[in-house]
Nanobody, 122 residues
Framework: QVQLVESGGGSVQAGGSLRLSCAAS????????MGWFRQAPGKEREGVAA???????SYSDSVKGRFTISKDNAKNTLYLQMASLKPEDTAMYYC????????????????WGQGTQVTVSS
């Protein structure tokens, strides 16, 4: 059974940094496409960053240059390093995985975590 568990969320002031983690059980990251998504209250879920099974990355324009997605295959853990945080980054952050290639704009990823809250105050 595939399980994704996010951690690392919290409250931070604008300009600060956080690192989110997503620990997986049931499969290995090296074979899967992985992504980070977020959903703010009253807004649709949006893709933030993704990494395919070859390690190629993609980012939404809103976080490009500030966020970095990475993974540690030995630990089966996905990360999202977030820097220069802004109040508009406030949202519930989710990691997702799929055995097939997926795009940031695609909400049909197979497996999802429960999310971790990130709150950025001005």
């Amino acid at each position: 059974q595939v399980q994704l568990v996010e951690s690392g969320g919290g409250s931070v002031q604008a300009g600060g940094s956080l690192r989110l983690s997503c620990a997986a059980s049931g499969y290995t990251y090296s074979s899967y496409s992985m992504g980070w998504f977020r959903q703010a209250p009253g807004k649709e879920r949006e893709g933030v960053a993704a990494m395919d099974s070859y390690g190629s990355t993609s980012y939404s324009d809103s976080v490009k240059g500030r966020f970095t997605i990475s993974k540690d295959n030995a630990k089966n853990t996905l990360y999202l390093q977030m820097a220069s945080l802004k109040p508009e980054d406030t949202a519930m952050y989710y990691c997702a995985g799929d055995v097939f290639p997926r795009e940031l704009g695609d909400m049909g990823w197979e497996n999802w975590g429960q999310g971790t809250q990130v709150t950025v105050s001005s």
